[in-house]
């Protein structure tokens, strides 16, 4: 689901000299449009086929948008960034993410589809855009692991990255993050990764790897990321449970909708406006999006 606010400046020039030497005066005008992914599903958590303008109300800091666009992004190619978490804190588990993430991603993964693999610990230790899903083992093959833990400059860098920049064809931006949620050495903090998730317009993704009866620190963490987003947070113990995970969020990032309107006239100086996007029908039926939207880039 991607979603952004985009100020595009569209300048038109016209410039005719006469006999008189007179020319026409310079004309500018301004548009502006806000862009949101949306995921809805129904009581069971599966995607919903079919979404239509009135199966939702789009609020803005708590007042109704009477006028928007909704249109359906299952066929947008997807542009998807893969980090993998190598500190000391996920050695363990490792090998069991780096064996289920090969195979899934060579089922999920089309020809039109761009994928970027990052591998971190105090730094971005290994970076890498793969056109085939074939080089995934080989980019994989052996990465530095064990140190610190520099999640949030990790998650803050990657959305910087030219594959999610530009708009020349519409896509599906997204983050799948491997990692414990623990952080000791980021020079960011977790707002300010969130922050550049949101500006960017990249829902992320996020799978732990431990007994999910058990709650760590870094699952909260986890949590706030993917909910500010539009994503999903995933706490697995087993591969096959990774594997299901990693289905659940190809099929989310393949049947998303695209929601557009242009946002109120008196925009003033608030930097970040909220957002809720609310089912009109009550049976249980849930529709997520990111948090918000910055008016200024």
């Known amino acids: 689901m991607r979603h952004k ?22 004309i500018r005008k301004r548009v502006s449009e806000v862009q949101f992914t949306l995921v809805a599903t129904d009581p069971n958590g599966r995607p919903l086929p079919r979404l239509s303008p009135a199966d939702i109300t789009v609020l803005e800091d708590g007042r109704p948008i009477p006028h928007f666009e909704l249109r359906s992004g299952a066929d947008l190619p997807l542009r998807v960034g893969v980090v993998l978490d190598l500190s000391d804190s996920t050695r363990r588990s490792w090998a069991a993410v780096r064996g289920a993430l090969i195979q899934s991603l060579e089922q999920i993964l089309r020809p039109k589809d761009e994928l970027l693999v990052l591998a971190f610990n105090s730094r971005i230790e290994m970076e890498q855009t793969i056109s085939d899903p074939a080089q995934l083992e080989t980019a994989l093959e052996h990465p530095e692991s064990g140190g610190l833990t520099a999640l949030y400059d990790t998650i803050y860098q990657t959305c910087n990255q030219a594959i999610f920049a530009g708009d020349q064809e519409p896509h599906r931006s997204a983050l799948i993050v491997f990692s414990d949620g623990e952080d000791d050495i980021s020079l960011h903090g977790l707002n300010e990764a969130i922050a550049n998730a949101e500006l960017s317009g990249i829902s992320t993704y996020t799978v732990s790897t431990h007994n999910p009866k058990l709650q760590t620190r870094g699952d909260g963490v986890l949590q706030e990321i993917a909910e500010a987003t539009g994503g999903r947070a995933f706490v697995v113990k087993n591969v096959a449970q990774l594997q299901e995970a990693l289905a659940a969020i190809d099929q989310e990032l393949r049947s998303s909708y695209l929601l557009y309107y242009r946002p109120p006239e008196e925009i003033g100086s608030r930097a970040f406006r909220r957002v809720h996007v609310v089912p009109t029908q009550r049976d249980g039926s849930q529709v997520r999006s990111r948090a918000g939207y910055f008016t200024t880039p």
Do not use: D, K, N
Not at 7 to 16: D, I, K, R, T, Y
């Open 5 to 26: 606010i985009g100020f595009l400046g569209l300048l038109l020039a016209l410039a005719v000299t006469g006999l008189h030497g007179e020319s026409t005066p310079l």
